[in-house]
């Protein structure tokens, strides 16, 4: 998709105004998603993926935002950003050092589930669901992409509530994170249920921080059999934060 990628500063709120990267550009990559699908090229198959393609094309508008916020370590295993008290030994340990923050959220965009719904067909709804997550990845990408540009950060790396076993950042704590970005149901059409999971499903949020080394919340994540492990599990890591 090409077009050009929209910025928009909402009115002024309490703190710094939230950033939002609106149209964000993408482009999809048929021979990577066949493959990824196992989808014979000029097969039935390839072409209803094609027809999905060209509606995410025609229909699809990830964005992403991002607030400035501050830290402020407190006792024990908590730490207060932008006024808002977070407690998570992981997250308070890994901004010890850290004065200032990004929380973000990124989204497919809640245009990709206006324009299909489930209709029970496996096949064709997971072939959109993985559409869907590319159109995250874009809007990811530019996301960071601003940062780099706008903020000149050098190396950065994040964490996401809910991510790694359940005490390393626990998912309630979202509710706090997405007061921090403000209204995202109307910047960014992307709700938080009760039970804190995002709406569309393929949305991400965290904070970005500065931090020589990467952080991977799947290092502290003992589910051997987790789809989406980007990282060995690290027992010498988990026994430093939890005090061995």
Known sequence: MSGKDLVKEPAPRAGPAPRLLEAVPFSL????????????PASDDARQLEALCALAEASARPKAMYVEAYVEPLEGD?????GLVFTSRTLRRNLAS??????????CGRETDEVFRADGDFTRDFW???????LLSAATRRLHED???????????????????????????????????GDTECLLGVRL???????PNKTVSGIVYQAEKDFRTCRLCHREKCPNRAAPFDQALWDSIQGH
């Open 29 to 40: 990559d048929r021979a990577s998603l066949m493959d990824r699908l196992r989808v014979e």
């Open 78 to 82: 908590s730490v207060r950003i932008g």
């Open 98 to 107: 850290v004065g200032r923050v990004f929380p973000f959220v990124a989204t």
């Open 128 to 134: 959109w669901d993985t559409i869907k997550a590319d």
């Open 193 to 199: 249920t009760e039970s804190f999971l995002m709406i």
């Open 147 to 181: 940062m780099r540009n706008r903020l000149s950060l050098g190396h950065t790396t994040s964490m996401s509530p809910g991510s790694g076993d359940v005490n390393v950042w626990p998912i309630e704590q979202q509710g706090l994170l997405f007061r921090l970005l």
